[in-house]
């Protein structure tokens, strides 16, 4: 068993806790903190190197934007790869006033790592776990009449009232009370003394369409929705402290910003916006690994499964201990690249579930044991060698994805190193 592991197991009895052994009655539900590889159990040289300087850079740049805005990270998806715990302890301590989440584990998993700023579930299932959300100090998101009930409940128990902020609908038809719902889900929440609606949200579906364009109508549209919602529910007597609707290409636009702002990819460096509107941002996470073989193979001869690639000269093939279980795309089997020595070396053949290979033969001076940069940016070790960068946005078009995805995808037996240079 590794050490994570062994973490998650004494999470059973922590301090100051009830007991969260499970029993057959809903209100006793056990939440586990996700698992990931921890920097001590890293004997391959595969990792990720999170600069937690630049995190808090990026986090000062989306200050700016945002004005008077608060700024509450989203920290899902385990801080969009990085790790949430490292992550949320660095930009608490560089004054984010709060943090957003999609899961209740995750805000858990904040918690345990000593996070105190306030944390809101943003995901909207809670699986009966309404007493975890209260003895935790968490803000869920609600939008339906079975959450009312649960947190109500919950807040009966602990004896006090509870602060929850109510998602609209309008547009994403994904979560959210829609705006024919609204008048009747206030008569509903006002059985429910014990739930205190804090906060309204909702959440743009095209903030990142350029100015002018369909998408960018879509944005106003949203939020002439929105600013309806907010007088409707006042009128049927439900008026939150605040509210909030930007997402990181909102925030960087200037646009809805209301009282808060929830930025995700941006406080890791990537820019949502194809016009590259904030240039400022600084890529937090690299990705690398090692060249672990080292071999020429001749013209006609074929690299990995399938064959899918073939030479056509004598051709040097490194291997590296890395492959798509760790995060690096299938897709980008024989037309990604990676950086040796500072220049681009192309992916050839399939990338196989825990190696992939790569084309060195232009990389002069390449050696068994070189660096290898698959995300980010990377000097060679010479003045002969080169600097290049490959950033999230580059692979995810080189994939056919979105960088929210290159970044996710890093898995959890990649461990996190964070850097502070
Ligand atoms: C409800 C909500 N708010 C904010 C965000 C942050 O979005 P972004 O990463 O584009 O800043 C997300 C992420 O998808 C989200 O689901």
């Known amino acids: 068993m590794d050490a994570s592991a062994l973490d998650d197991d004494k ?30 159990d890293a004997v391959r040289p595969t990792r990720a190197e999170v600069n937690l300087a630049a995190l808090r850079h990026n986090l000062r740049v989306i200050a700016r934007h945002a004005g008077r805005a608060k700024v509450w990270p989203v920290l899902k998806a385990d801080g969009y790869g990085h790790g949430a715990p490292a992550v949320a302890r660095t930009l608490e ?10 899961l209740l584990e995750e ?44 947190l109500a409940r919950a807040s009966r128990q602990a004896g006090h009232p509870v602060d929850a902020h ?33 906060g309204l949200m909702t959440h743009l579906a095209c903030a990142e369409a350029a100015a002018g364009s369909e998408g960018s109508g879509f944005t106003a549209e949203q939020v002439a929705l929105f600013e309806e ?37 941006a406080i890791f460096g990537v820019s949502p916006l194809a016009s590259g509107g904030a240039l400022e941002l600084r890529p937090v996470m690299r990705v690398r690994s090692e060249i ?14 399938g064959a899918l690639f073939r030479a056509t000269r004598p051709t040097r093939i490194a291997t590296l201990p890395m492959g798509y279980a760790d995060g690096l795309s299938r897709h980008l089997s024989n037309c990604g690249h990676v950086l040796v020595r500072g220049v681009r070396a192309p992916l050839v053949g399939a990338v196989s579930m825990d190696m992939s290979m790569i084309d060195v033969t232009d990389v002069p001076g390449v050696g068994l044991h070189d660096e290898v940069t698959v995300l980010g940016s990377q000097e060679g ?17 080189q994939a056919g994805t979105i960088a929210w995805e290159v970044l996710t995808s890093v898995s959890r037996r990649v461990p996190r190193f964070y850097r502070e240079p």
């Open 166 to 198: 109510l998602k609209i609908d309008t547009g994403m038809a994904r979560l959210g009370v829609r705006m024919r719902d609204l008048e009747s889900f206030a008569a509903e929440l006002a059985r429910f003394p014990e739930v205190r609606i804090s």
């Open 229 to 265: 919602a907010t007088t409707r529910l006042a009128r049927a007597g439900v008026s939150p402290q605040v509210r909030h609707v930007a997402n990181s290409a909102a925030v960087l636009r200037g646009e809805a910003l209301f009282d808060a702002v929830r930025p995700g990819i």
């Open 93 to 102: 301590r560089a004054g984010a006033e709060g943090f957003c989440v999609a």
């Open 11 to 40: 999470d059973e009895s922590s301090p100051g806790l009830p007991s969260r052994r499970r029993t057959d009655t809903s209100d006793s539900v056990r939440v586990l903190k996700p698992r990931r590889a921890a920097p001590a």
């Open 107 to 150: 805000a858990v998993e904040l918690r345990d790592a000593g996070v105190r700023a306030p944390i809101l579930v943003m995901g909207g299932y809670y699986g009966g776990a309404y007493e975890e959300i209260v003895g935790r100090g968490v803000v869920p998101v609600i939008y339906d009449g079975s959450h009312l009930e649960g």
């Open 292 to 305: 672990v073989d080292l071999r020429t193979i001749e013209a006609g001869e074929s690299v990995g499964y």
């Open 381 to 397: 070790l010479s003045s002969r060698d080169g600097r290049d960068a490959l950033s999230a946005e580059e692979i995810a078009s």
